[in-house]
């Protein structure tokens, strides 16, 4: 197949889109991908590509191009900007984009995080040479507004509305990398259940199993991912406060909006250290350190419907995983009976079950439930042949000439 893929998000911004485009090329299709400057999450354009530097790259055998984009930096304004800066400038772009022998491409691949705008020149390809579109949904918009303080009363709100409504209905096939987003999708925008297909997400190959930590005289939490406001780690400081004294450490790793405020309210805490971003590539030693991982979120209707794709990088190095979610999650964790889960946003039942995890007798056996359900749900490969025979099925259901046997 020829793919054309489109994301706002690339490499060097850490996202499991850049390995999933890299094993399609493995696999023997080609892979263009149109992106933006990338800047996630600190808001700032990464050092090398200031000045629209690296416009085009060649990277694991993917023919990248990167569009100009407004930072995503701090206030509503800018983030607008951010919002529609890529999709004008990558619309303009891809309007006589062709595959590597000067034909259109068989199908465009639009891998959606937010803003759900980052698809529009997925629709414009598939308008202008009427080539199917594949999306594959990690975000749910506009409801992923509500967490920046808009309401849904609002007019900017029902603005988006109407625009995600025009984005989810113009899609050939939606893949889910939630169980709970189908209902959203049907009831929202009515969306055909028989377009939309569950393919939850998987971790990188570098986050291994790792042995079993036996527990010395203090138990590290560890929470990894980006900080922003809908992770609520608040609720995790909030807990550090209360178990001040007792022999916990809480390790947060990972950069984003909130980070410097969460920073100021952690002042004086001697349980808590702060990392910033690290490489993905350290991560691995970051959690062989942790006795348990943590996963929070803001107690939010629509949020708890996501699986933070965290989750799946957790269960793969098989710690036990202590949260204070709801929803998708929560299921998760009790379904695979692999950690402690309390209601979201709250910090007496966190302390709760992280005292709780200090006596449990069956640490070990928490992990490796974790990896055993990573195993049969999560697996890199069950991905990546489910995407590639949904890639494939598209293409055939519209008539082209690409075969499931090629």
């Not at 490796?368 to 990573?374: D, E």
Request: charged share 25%; with cysteine; hydrophobic share 35%.
């Amino acid at each position: 197949m020829k793919i054309l893929v489109v994301c706002q998000y690339y490499y060097p911004e850490p996202f499991r889109i850049n390995d999933i485009c890299e094993e399609l090329v493995r696999r023997g299709h080609e892979v263009v991908v149109v992106t933006g400057e990338p800047n996630y999450p600190e808001g700032k354009i990464y050092k090398g590509y200031e000045h629209h530097q690296k416009s085009d790259e060649m990277i694991g055998g993917v023919k990248v191009h990167r569009c100009p984009i407004f930072p995503r930096k701090a206030g509503p304004i800018y983030r607008l900007l951010n919002y529609f800066s890529y999709p004008y400038l990558a619309k303009r772009y891809i309007r006589n984009l062709k595959a590597f022998d000067g034909k259109n491409f068989d199908i465009v691949f639009t891998n959606q995080l937010s803003p759900v705008m980052m698809s529009l020149p997925a629709i414009d390809y598939k308008k202008r040479y009427g080539v199917p579109v594949l999306m594959y949904c990690l975000d749910l918009w506009p409801h992923s507004l509500i967490a920046g303080g808009i309401s849904t009363k609002s007019g900017v709100y029902k603005g988006f509305h109407r625009i995600s409504k025009n984005i989810y209905t113009k899609m050939d096939r939606i893949l889910i990398s939630s169980k709970m987003f189908r209902a959203y999708l049907v009831n929202e925008f009515g969306i055909e259940t028989s377009r939309i297909h569950y393919l939850p997400q998987y971790a990188e190959r570098l986050f291994e199993k790792l042995p079993y930590r036996k527990t010395d005289k203090i138990i590290n939490f560890v929470f990894a991912g980006n900080i922003g406001v809908i992770q609520n780690i608040e609720t995790i400081l909030e807990a550090a406060k209360k178990l001040e004294g007792d022999p916990f450490h809480f390790h947060i790793v990972g950069g984003g909006t909130d980070l410097d405020r969460l920073r100021q309210i952690a002042k004086g805490l001697k349980n808590v250290t702060f990392y910033g971003r690290l490489p993905l590539e350290e991560m691995p030693e970051i959690y062989a350190k942790a006795d348990a991982m943590l996963v929070t979120l803001q107690a939010d209707p629509v949020l708890s419907l996501t699986l933070p794709g965290k989750v799946q990088s957790y269960m793969a190095v098989g710690k036990p995983i202590i949260g204070a979610i709801n929803g998708e999650t929560a299921n998760v964790i009790k379904d695979a009976q692999c950690g402690y889960c309390g209601p979201a946003e709250d910090v007496d039942i966190l302390v709760h079950n992280i005292r709780r995890f200090r006596c449990c007798n069956e640490k070990e056996r928490l992990g490796k439930n974790a990896r055993r359900y990573y195993e049969a749900k999560f697996g890199r490969e069950i991905f990546m042949n489910t995407l590639e025979g949904e890639l494939l099925r598209v293409c055939e259901g519209r008539g082209s000439n690409i075969s499931v046997d090629e």
